[in-house]
T-cell receptor
Framework: GENVEQHPSTLSVQEGDSAVIKCTYSDSASNYFPWYKQELGKRPQLIIDIRSNVGEKKDQRIAVTLNKTAKHFSLHITETQPEDSAVYFC????????????FGAGTRLAVHP | DGGITQSPKYLFRKEGQNVTLSCEQN?????MYWYRQDPGQGLRLIYY???????QKGDIAEGYSVSREKKESFPLTVTSAQKNPTAFYLCASKGGGAGWFFGPGTRLTVL
């Protein structure tokens, strides 16, 4: 079945450094890739997304890149701040197919002051 | 986010008991989803519904049941057949080109 692999599972950076989280998906027909941030005990919040007809998207300190050929997509956070500390999930969706949003296992990001 | 609600926030289940988790949305979204999250893990799909009166099993449907009698509501029943139900349950909805919007979650604990 469909699968999304996410790496690393934990990531520790110093405040001001960049953080990169990578995901690989299995369904070549996947066409929508959101990223969610989840704080402890809270619901996941959408932070950025990208569709398959776009290679890169930026929103202030956050960017997402997509390589459809390799079936890879990545989240880049620049100038990290302590409030960026959370668990980040990538996901992949295929419209017109199973219509399921499949999540990666998550990355716990810790930003140290 | 504010348009999708779940209740209760915390739920305790005794052995052999069925419990129902509520999910309501006023976003006019056609599709609704139930996910289960275990500590330190990702979200796994239990059931989903793309339209009223229709739903499909996700990856871990055993021991769960759902109904979709109204567009706004997608309740999840955790039956006694689910042997390890302790988890955080998240409901989500999706409409048109919009992304998924999650409810605040229900934390279920087996006593």
């Amino acid at each position: 079945g469909e699968n999304v692999e996410q790496h690393p599972s934990t990531l520790s950076v110093q405040e001001g450094d960049s953080a990169v989280i990578k995901c690989t998906y299995s369904d070549s027909a996947s066409n929508y890739f959101p990223w969610y941030k989840q704080e402890l005990g809270k619901r996941p919040q959408l932070i950025i997304d990208i569709r398959s007809n776009v290679g890169e998207k930026k929103d202030q300190r956050i960017a997402v890149t997509l390589n459809k050929t390799a079936k890879h997509f990545s989240l880049h956070i620049t100038e990290t701040q302590p409030e960026d500390s959370a668990v980040y999930f990538c996901a992949a969706y295929t419209s017109g197919g199973y219509n399921k949003l499949i999540f990666g296992a998550g990355t716990r990001l810790a930003v140290h002051p | 986010d504010g348009g999708i609600t779940q209740s209760p926030k915390y739920l305790f289940r005794k052995e052999g008991q069925n419990v129902t988790l509520s999910c309501e949305q006023n976003l006019n979204h056609d599709a609704m989803y139930w996910y289960r999250q275990d500590p330190g893990q990702g979200l796994r799909l239990i059931y989903y519904s793309q339209i009223v009166n229709d739903f499909q099993k996700g990856d871990i449907a055993e021991g769960y049941s759902v109904s979709r009698e109204k567009k706004e509501s997608f309740p999840l029943t955790v039956t006694s057949a689910q042997k390890n139900p302790t988890a955080f349950y998240l409901c989500a909805s999706k409409g048109g080109g919009a992304g998924w919007f999650f409810g605040p979650g229900t934390r279920l604990t087996v006593l």
